[in-house]
Nanobody
Framework: QVQLVESGGGLVQPGGSLRLSCAAS????????MNWYRQAPGKERELVAA????????KYADSVKDRFTISRDNAKNTVYLQMNSLKPEDTAVYYC????????WGQGTQVTVDS
């Protein structure tokens, strides 16, 4: 069955960095676009970044452009989100997301940016 397992979240000070990972299994990972979403307390889930199946095309929310980088390693069935210059407003649960036969979400990983 399809599984998306996020890791790498934690507590970081403003200006710091984190790298999130999403390990995928149960489908032909290299054939599908992958996405990172986030949901902050009291807010709707929002798209943070997306990457095409080959990694040649990426897209970012305006709020994270030039600070976050999405990438993937199709040999490892893993998609990454490198987050630099983190701000308190980046605090959220970050989810890996894919549309295969239907929508699949990971369980999420908490990112807290606080001094």
């Amino acid at each position: 069955q399809v599984q998306l397992v996020e890791s790498g979240g934690g507590l970081v000070q403003p200006g710091g960095s984190l790298r999130l990972s999403c390990a995928a299994s149960g489908f032909a990972f290299g054939s599908y676009a992958m996405n990172w979403y986030r949901q902050a307390p009291g807010k709707e889930r929002e798209l943070v970044a997306a990457i095409s199946s080959t990694g040649s095309t990426t897209k970012y929310a305006d709020s994270v452009k030039d600070r976050f980088t999405i990438s993937r390693d199709n040999a490892k069935n893993t998609v990454y989100l490198q987050m630099n210059s983190l701000k308190p407003e980046d605090t959220a649960v970050y989810y890996c997301y894919a549309i295969i036969s239907r929508i699949y979400w990971g369980q999420g990983t908490q990112v807290t940016v606080d001094s």
